[in-house]
């Protein structure tokens, strides 16, 4: 049984500098919900009560947004204000959050490993703190039923175009069906020509605790940081490893122009914006 959630959100996020540089990115908001909301709202979703969230220097906003506000909540309720008393409150209720720093920035397999204590001997989802999937079933769910059945860690991933593959993380194997490969191959950043397949990692996965000890046997790597690839490298030699092509879009809330199309997307979704925001951006395609 998967219970438990790690969340890295530790990250310099220099992508995004100068917002980053005293505000984590993992609270840039869409409109008005932080991007790490609606990531601990997928684990939720899918049944976790536990998570960790890896964070850092900077980064105390996540753990205060998580936390009651007493004074912002005898504000809400002394005007009225219940429909926002009541998001405030359900905040701080939304699921056993606990924290821990990685205390220096050497990257995702690092941070992963932060974790070490708090998931013991259990499999744990690992939830990217800058990524948010939408979807029907939430992701974590589908990788914790994938799980399930194959008992083993399991890679959420997403086809990209051929073009692309030289972005990300590319996996290789024996196809098992249309959703799942068995991983036997492992590519950091291929070429088109080298790429084994168009299987990208994408922020999401299940992790057996072997992968600790991948993990620190695992040397620094690219920009001098431990990287989980590297790591997952080490544990495919010695455990099966599924990749699992989930049902959802991915959103990456770390780079400017994702992040842009993300909020634009999100708003037109909603009721009270899809409108005047459809007429706003006519009026400057028309002006183009
Ligand atoms: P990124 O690969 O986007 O790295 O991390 P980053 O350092 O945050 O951002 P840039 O590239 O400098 O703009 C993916 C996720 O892993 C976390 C991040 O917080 C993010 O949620 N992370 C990354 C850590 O927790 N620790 C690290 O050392 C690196």
Redesign the pocket.
């Known amino acids: 049984m998967v219970k438990k959630a790690v969340?890295?959100?530790?990250?310099?996020?220099?992508?995004?500098?100068p917002a980053?540089k005293v505000q984590?990115?993992?609270m840039l908001p869409i409109i008005d919900t932080p991007t790490?909301q609606y990531v601990i709202q997928e684990a939720v979703d899918s049944g976790i009560e536990d998570i960790l969230v890896?964070?850092?220097k900077g980064k105390r906003a996540i753990e205060d947004h998580f936390d009651r506000n007493f004074e912002l909540e005898s504000h809400l309720e002394g005007k009225g204000k219940d429909s926002a008393y009541d998001e405030i409150r359900r905040l701080a209720d939304m699921a056993n959050i606990h924290f821990i720093r990685?205390k220096?920035?050497?990257?995702?397999g690092?941070?992963?490993r932060q974790a070490r204590w708090h998931t013991g001997s259990e499999p744990f989802v690992v939830l990217?703190?800058?990524?948010v999937m939408k979807s029907v079933i939430p992701v974590t769910q589908q990788l914790i039923d994938t799980y399930e059945q194959y008992q083993c860690s399991i890679l959420g991933v997403e086809t990209v175009p051929r073009e692309k593959v030289s972005r990300y993380g590319i996996l290789g194997g024996n196809t098992i069906s249309d959703h799942l490969m068995e991983v036997t191959d492992l590519v950091e950043k291929p070429s088109p020509e080298e790429a084994p397949s168009r299987f990208a990692i994408a922020?999401r996965y299940i992790l057996t605790p072997e992968i600790y000890k991948a993990i620190d046997e695992t040397p620094r790597g690219k920009n001098n940081?431990?990287q989980i690839t590297d790591a997952l490298k080490i544990l495919m030699q010695r455990e099966r490893i599924i990749a699992y092509k989930f049902e959802g879009k991915r959103y990456?809330l770390?780079?400017k122009l994702d992040y842009l199309k993300t909020t634009i997307e999100f708003a037109l979704e909603r009721d009270e914006f899809a409108k005047p925001l459809m007429q706003f951006l006519k009026e400057i395609v028309k002006g183009k």
């Open positions: 969340i890295p959100a530790a990250g310099l996020g220099t992508r995004f500098l980053t984590p990115k993992e790490i890896i964070t850092g990685q220096e920035m050497n990257g995702l690092d941070a992963i990217l703190g800058d990524t922020a940081e431990i990456d770390g780079n």
